[in-house]
């Protein structure tokens, strides 16, 4: 088994292991960096731009509680666990502040429907899962080699722990509540992903034995805590699997409404910019000068495409949505997008 020094695992708990006053260097370096990361990681998504929210990444700080809890596992510390993981609960949530202020203050008038910072994060999946941790992995391995600690911006880019955060905290404020709480599984994917991983590679490394040696108070570990660990990402995996399935579903569903949608925009020289689906109801944006080809006209079409089961939201030019519920002939005007 390979083993560190206690010189290292005192580097590992001085990197870790924030301090409790909130005047500590520490500290103030925790949450101010955490509230900055939340700024820009928000402001990024609001203006969709994706070299800003890879910033608030690499500022992000969430890491550092998070592997501590890892290690605190390990060390059998349970003040330090309950530590940890009150600073992943607690920067956690301001970073959702701090997105549902933004939100507030900058949402869009289709409610973020059409933002593919958000798009991307509220549909978490196994694949997912298993990027969490082999990134959790590298970042684990990272802190224990020294000399490879350089790979860590790479893993804070490579693992998304405040972007999906503030789209939680974003969503909020347009009542999107649903891919809300999906933004809000993919942060708890990598959250479990990376106290997994980190368990398992600071075990690896013989850490309980050097911070003996060291003189650090270790408490006796034991496997119910690898158990815990198991079933929490097993407890992630379920709704993970979920969503494998229903993105799967989602595809095959925007590629039969496809076609359908461009037959029926060509009828008034109109252009389909975009067609998706999101848990079984088609959207789709449209482009076009008026006259309007009918909402119902499409609704009917779909019926007759085997999509009679799928509801219909149609975002028109100008922010006008229609909404086409599935089993019914007739469409209705919302003035955002539906949640």
Known sequence: MASVDAVAVQRMTDTLFIERSWRSPSS??????????????????????????????????????????????????????????????????????????????AAPPDHFASNSQVSSRISPRLIDLLAALATGTVGAFALVRADISDTLPGVAIAISLVPPLAVTGLLITVRRYHDASE???????????????????????????????????????????????????????VPLTTGTITVARDRSLAADARPVAEKWAATGKWQIASVEARNGIVVIGVLGLPPQPAPTALRAALDRGGMADADLELHLVGGRTHWCPADTDTCTVKNAARS
Not at 199 to 207: E, N
């Open 183 to 237: 933004s809000a599984l993919l942060f708890a994917t990598n959250v479990a992903a990376i106290v997994a991983t980190g368990t398992i590679v600071f075990l690896f490394y013989g850490i309980r034995g050097a911070a003996q040696e060291s003189g650090l108070a270790v408490g006796q570990f034991h496997g119910r805590t690898l158990v815990a660990v198991a079933a929490l990402l097993l407890l992630i995996a």
């Open 28 to 105: 103030t370096r925790f949450w101010g960096l955490l509230v900055l990361a939340a700024v820009i990681a928000s402001a990024g998504v609001v203006g969709d731009s994706t070299a800003t929210v890879i910033g608030a990444m690499i500022v992000a700080p969430l890491m550092t509680p998070i592997l501590g809890s890892a290690l605190a596992l390990v060390l059998a510390d349970r003040s330090q666990v309950v530590r940890c993981a009150s600073l992943v609960i607690g920067g956690a949530l301001a970073v959702v502040a701090v997105g549902m202020l933004l939100g507030w203050i």
